[in-house]
């Protein structure tokens, strides 16, 4: 069996962290070695603000928990770094840890905007590092179904995709909390969740974008500084339509999503609570459904979390590029930007994405 991989987290209360270190602790080629709190540790919880339902997993481990960043890295051996910092810390400290010829995972969306990202991504290639983020999704045995189903060529040319993605409300999770700063963030739903489906729609539609209409804003109570919603349009570069609606919408309840493609030959709708996916080739007579739930597991989105985990360490060994790689990330922030772009401007944005 290969050598353990050791990882250090940046940043302890973060949103997500305490879930990833549980899925860590599920792993048995990988050890947390060392901690080091972040700007925000230190001040309650920040599970209302984003919530992570059935985060069981193992009880964590203690490990040595150090005041910065300097004493960690001065003090620890690591292979591999967690950083879970706010969008306006991460892009440093992802580019000190790649300087240091170390693998860098950054909780998503990474950075408040593209620009910041580009440093990240020139960084990692600079010095050969693994680079990896957490859009889990891809990982889902629903996502890779519909991916194989589009590179067979079962859907024909894939010319249309919605996906709605609705979830509990900022008062619910809690308005002081960092991650509806605009300072700290930089983005709100659209950054912070709509980034999973914008992610997707790059995965199967894998063309270039054209285009990005939108209009976001901030339309429940109370009054936050980033977007509590919005609705997207891109345009990919031979026609083919994506359109998200996403919002911080629902009273008391995580919410889930519901996405829906359409090919030439064949179609197919799915949605994550249950994870039933029905789709439909011309070669059919009906619909066909399935039903591709995972086990409980616990941790941070259970199996998925584990596949990227081992991708992301085995990417780091092998001296290749992540499945979820920066190149990637920095697509989904260059769409991002342009959907604020879009709203900010009321005008079609031509982009190259």
């Known amino acids: 069996m290969d050598a353990t991989y050791r990882v250090a987290m940046i940043g302890v209360d973060y949103p997500h962290a305490s879930a990833w ?97 580009q440093r990240i991504v020139d960084a990692v290639k600079a010095n050969g590092v693994a680079f990896s983020t957490g859009y889990t999704w891809r990982f889902h045995p629903i996502m890779t179904k519909v ?15 919605q996906v709605r993605m609705l979830t509990s409300s900022i008062e619910d999770r809690g308005p002081d909390h960092f991650l509806f700063s605009a300072e700290h963030s930089g983005s709100g739903m659209v950054g912070w969740l709509g980034c999973h489906p914008l992610d997707l729609m790059l995965f199967f539609i894998d063309r270039k974008v054209k285009s990005v209409t939108a209009k976001v804003g901030h339309i429940g109570e109370p009054k936050a500084e ?23 919408y629902l009273k008391k309840f995580y919410g889930d999503s519901l996405y829906s493609i359409q090919g030439t030959t064949g179609w197919a709708d799915w949605v994550t ?62 769409t991002v930007d342009a959907i604020y772009e879009s709203s900010e401007t009321g005008q079609r944005i031509d982009v190259e994405i």
């Not at 709190?37 to 984003?50: L, W, Y």
């Not at 024909?156 to 995709?161: E, I």
């Not at 980033?226 to 911080?248: N, S, Y």
């Open 21 to 117: 270190r549980e899925s860590i602790g599920l792993m048995d080629n990988v050890e947390l070695v060392a901690m080091a709190n972040g700007p925000f540790d230190g001040q309650g919880s920040s599970g209302s603000a984003a919530p992570v339902i059935g985060a069981k997993g193992t009880k964590e481990k203690p490990v040595p928990t150090f005041d910065s960043i300097d004493e960690l890295m001065a003090e620890t051996e690591f292979d591999g770094a967690m950083v879970m910092l706010s969008n306006a810390a991460k892009p440093d400290v992802c580019v000190r840890l790649a300087e240091a010829k170390k693998h860098v995972f950054a909780e998503k969306p990474v950075a408040r905007n593209a620009t910041e990202m």
């Open 226 to 248: 980033v977007e509590d919603g919005g609705t997207a349009v891109l345009e990919f570069e031979d026609g083919a339509l994506a359109t998200l609606m996403c919002g911080f």
């Open 273 to 334: 609570k249950p994870c039933d996916l029905r789709y439909m080739f011309k070669s059919m007579d009906q619909p066909k459904t399935e039903n591709l739930d995972l086990p409980p597991i616990g941790g941070y989105g259970g199996q998925t979390a584990l596949d990227l985990l081992n991708d992301w360490l085995d990417s780091g060994r092998e001296g290749r590029q992540t499945q979820i790689n920066e190149d990637n990330a920095l697509r989904v922030l260059k």
């Open 147 to 161: 991916r194989d189903h589009i590179q067979n060529g079962d859907f024909g040319r894939v010319y249309a995709m």
